[in-house]
């Protein structure tokens, strides 16, 4: 009668306590497993990531909240020995599966037009952005670092180019700080302007989907507010989904949270709910910080 | 008391006895001085024993030691200008094959090559560095020089005549094979280990997230390597060249086997010519007169000045790359 969560919590204690979003999906995992070599890193996870909302992964260390992001945009392909196993849906369509049959089944969709190349791996990282925890600029020109992914997709003028530039930029809210020195090195910004070019060099190419991996963990407070506020704005025009160590970014930012330990999806929901009545007591020693 | 606070007054008083005395600690600076000391000596006695050695070379023929390419033990007249553009010209085209290559092996190594085997390839290329420089120049008289000449310079002797007239004059020269061109592919063959360990160690520098941010964006591996990584090591690179520069100005055995040594001007690049270092290795046991002699030594000291210029220019450019 008082319990109001008994539907939610399942009789397996090991079943993840799972609120699915009711808006449109972009992006979802399926009983991923994912394993470095022999050893298995995930679990069985599930992740709904829905569109235009934040998404952020929490849990203690090792949890395989990164692993999980590294995942979604196959950035593990780079790296012999690290599989995945299960199903990655974007827009529908599963990642996973190889190169000839998502081509077979492209053809079949008749929709081949509608992609910047063909959805092989490449052009796959190109609709899903990422930013690290450490800010990586590339060494060239505030200008150069925004237009890199752009030129290596698309054909545009120079006029084309300054406004996608611009208009990155400024989305990110670093516009008013380096107008004036677009073609000086991006390596001479500081800190939280460096992790804020990656931001619009992540979404200078519109994808769909933005993943930050712990994108304040290297930023001073003020960096860090500056770059929440800017990935609120976001919300507007990408789908987001973010690792974090600090739970009250995490509160603070996010549509849904996703509570992580051990490898396995723990508890998933809407922040508010995650953190004021969490269901999995080890959500709750999480957020309460009795652990981790 | 707060144990973080701990300063000199309160730290706890040694209970082993100290290992040296004041005197041997004395003793203990003086003697690493003295080794770093000793070093320097040495260098700057070379230095000063060249120069004063080679002083009456150059107070002789003052400028024209340099941009004179008579090299005449018999009228004792001396001018250096064919070994010392022998020496650069073969360096850097040693250089220009080697560089290529060089990029090419780290590049695999660090990015396509599967861990397993990248380690016995970085093996085999560092085993090239260690194969003494005498055989090369063995392989390159008895080996490459043969063939060279049988299959590169006698097909383009014969059919010279359909060649444009400025790739002709370039190929133009005695077909034996010893000429600056095979002196400079045994170079580059030689230099290539060093070039390639140096520029993948720099490599491995590169941070994995800057990687797999590019890669992240939708980039090729061509595109990261191109793009990305290469321009991330731009400034060691340049010391990578220098330093293989280095070695190929002061290379002497294998260059000397295979160079052709004669003392003119090289017109071609299939002409037979000779660098500063062959030209010492071949005439000192046979150098008589005093003049002789000191063309030999102020020969050195120009080898010197190259060699150390590059290296310095290298070592300046990699010090930089250290962000």
Redesign the interface.
């Given at each position: 009668m008082n319990d109001v969560a008994t539907p939610i919590v399942s009789r397996d204690p090991e079943a993840p306590i799972m609120v699915r979003p009711n808006g449109d999906l972009v992006l979802e995992a399926r009983q991923l497993d994912f394993f470095y070599g022999k050893n298995q890193s995930l679990y069985g996870v599930d992740l709904p990531i829905e569109r235009n909302k934040i998404t952020a992964l929490i849990g203690p260390s090792g949890c395989g909240k990164s692993t999980l992001l590294r995942t979604l945009?196959k950035?593990y392909d780079?790296y012999?020995g690290q599989n995945a196993t299960g199903r990655i849906l974007l827009d529908g369509k599963d990642l996973l599966t190889d190169r000839a049959s998502m081509s077979r089944l492209k053809e079949r969709d008749g929709d081949v037009a509608l992609e910047p190349a063909n959805l092989d791996t490449?052009?796959?990282?190109?609709?899903i952005?990422?930013v690290?925890?450490?800010p990586?600029p590339?060494?060239?020109s505030i200008y150069d670092n925004v237009a890199?992914?752009v030129r290596?997709?698309f054909k545009k003028s120079k006029a084309e180019m300054d406004q996608i530039v611009e208009r990155s930029l400024r989305r990110a809210a670093l516009w008013e700080e380096v107008k004036d020195k677009l073609n000086t090195s991006g390596?001479g910004l500081s800190g939280g302007q460096q992790q804020r070019l990656?931001v619009a060099?992540?979404i200078a190419?519109e994808p769909e989907v933005l993943l930050l991996d712990e994108p304040a963990s290297a930023l001073d407070p003020v960096s860090t507010a500056k770059l929440e506020e800017t990935l609120m704005e976001l919300r507007e025009d990408f789908s987001i989904v973010i690792v974090t160590h600090n739970l009250q970014q995490a509160a603070r930012i996010s549509d849904y949270t996703g509570f992580m330990f051990l490898g396995r999806m723990i508890e998933f929901r809407p922040t508010a709910e995650l953190f004021e009545r969490p269901q999995s007591t080890r959500t709750r020693d999480y957020v309460t910080g009795r652990f981790g | 008391m707060n144990a973080t606070t701990m300063d000199s007054d309160t730290a706890p008083p040694r209970e082993t006895a100290p290992g040296q005395s004041e005197l041997s600690e004395t003793i203990f600076r003086y003697l690493c001085f003295g080794a770093a000391t000793l070093l320097l000596a040495a260098l700057a006695g070379v230095v000063i024993s060249l120069a004063i050695g080679g002083w009456p070379a150059f107070r002789q023929f003052g400028f024209g030691f340099f941009t004179s390419s008579a090299w005449d033990p018999v009228q004792e007249n001396y001018g250096a200008a064919g070994p010392i553009v022998g020496t650069i010209v073969t360096s850097v085209l040693a250089l220009i094959i080697a560089l290529p290559l060089a990029t090419g092996v780290s590049v695999f190594l660090v990015e396509f090559c599967p861990r397993n085997i990248a380690k016995p390839i970085a093996v085999a290329v560092e085993l090239l560095a260690g194969i003494p420089s005498i055989v090369y120049g063995m392989w390159g008289l008895f080996v490459l020089a043969p063939w060279f000449a049988i299959h590169v310079q006698l097909p383009l002797m014969t059919d010279s005549a359909n060649l444009p007239g400025w790739l002709s004059g370039l190929v133009a020269g005695i077909p034996n094979g010893a000429n600056i061109f095979t002196a400079s592919l045994i170079l580059a063959i030689m230099i290539l280990p060093y070039m390639s360990a140096v520029f993948r160690e720099l490599l491995l520098t590169i941070p994995s997230q800057v990687r797999e941010a590019a890669y992240g964006l939708g980039s090729t591996n061509f595109e990261v390597v191109s793009k990305v990584m290469i321009p991330y090591v731009r400034r060691g690179a340049v010391g990578v060249v220098m330093l293989g520069l280095g070695r190929a100005l002061g290379e002497t055995m294998a260059v000397t086997f295979i160079i052709g040594n004669s003392h003119g001007f090289p017109h071609s690049l299939f002409d037979s010519g000779s660098t500063i270092a062959s030209t010492i290795a071949n005439e000192f046991a046979e150098a008589t007169s005093d003049m002789h002699t000191a063309a030999l030594l102020a020969l050195g000291m120009v080898l010197f000045i190259l060699t150390f210029a590059v290296l310095a220019v290298a070592r300046l450019l990699l010090a930089s790359e250290k962000h």
């Open positions: 945009n950035i780079l012999p490449s052009a796959l990282r190109a609709r952005g990422m690290f925890q450490k990586t590339f060494p060239m890199f992914g290596l997709y390596l990656c060099r992540g190419v | -």
